[in-house]
């Protein structure tokens, strides 16, 4: 089966800019989607194909994917944008996978 | 405006089966280019993929748990469903629907259901 890693927490002050990465085997040469994730709610789709974001979601999510790593970065990260954040991609045509989850924590 | 909404039953007994429906509007669930997926999230853990019914009719499971799942579809009713055989505690989870969006090499997913939580106790 494939990995998707992620580190388990990010601390961001308020304003500044948070970095999330998601690991895994030749993960450039697939593409990634991002959810995030807040609590009693359902997942949000960020990002898709990599850097392409869904109407309705802010000019301050961006994403990108090369080698082994696909990023997702918060800036000017707001209170609001504290939750749980997961990489999506596929496993195989037929199958998927998601990461192990980042929990953004706003200070 | 697509709405996916969970039912079943939220509490089910060690090694009985687990049963889902995914109630669809908005969109047939017969549209090419999409896939009816389900999802879940034991408590305190991630996103875990389960499977998804193509709108062929064609299902793909999560290996882990290809022996005990099924996905089925019932377009005269727009819905879909997931039943799970066997539970034990660790199929304690909220249990989401959520359709896939596919497009060339890659998928996302881009509504969801608001979650069912499906507790295995006896």
């Known amino acids: 089966s494939y990995d998707l890693s992620q580190p388990p927490s990010v601390s961001v002050s308020p304003g500044q800019t948070a970095v999330i990465t998601c690991s895994g085997d030749?993960?450039?040469?697939?593409?990634v989607s991002w959810y995030q994730h807040k609590p009693g709610q359902s997942p949000v789709l960020l990002m898709y194909?990599?850097?392409k974001r869904p109407s309705g979601i802010p000019e301050r999510f961006s994403g990108s994917n090369s080698g082994n790593t696909a990023t997702l970065t918060l800036s000017g990260t707001q209170p609001m944008d504290e939750a749980d954040y997961y990489c999506q991609a596929w496993d195989s045509n037929t199958a998927r996978v998601f990461g192990s989850g980042t929990k953004v924590t706003v200070l | 405006q697509v709405q996916l909404q969970e039912s079943g039953s939220g509490l089910v007994r060690p090694l009985q089966t687990l049963s889902l429906t995914c109630a669809v509007s908005?969109?047939?669930?017969?549209?090419?280019?999409?896939?009816w997926s389900w999802i879940r999230q034991p408590p305190g853990k991630g996103l875990e993929w389960i499977g998804y019914?193509?709108?062929?009719?064609?299902?793909f499971y999560n290996p882990s748990l290809n022996s005990r799942v099924t996905i089925s579809a019932d377009r005269s009713k727009s819905q879909f469903s997931l039943t799970l055989s066997s539970v034990t505690a660790a199929d304690t989870a909220v249990y989401y629907c959520?359709?896939?969006?596919?497009?060339?090499?890659?998928?996302?997913?881009?509504?969801w259901g608001q979650g069912t939580l499906v507790t295995v106790s006896s």
């Open positions: 908005g969109v047939p669930i017969s549209s090419a280019g999409y896939s």
């Open positions: 959520a359709r896939e969006r596919d497009y060339s090499s890659g998928s996302y997913y881009d509504y």
């Open positions: 030749q993960l450039g040469k697939k593409y």
């Open positions: 019914i193509y709108q062929s009719g064609r299902t």
């Open positions: 194909q990599d850097s």
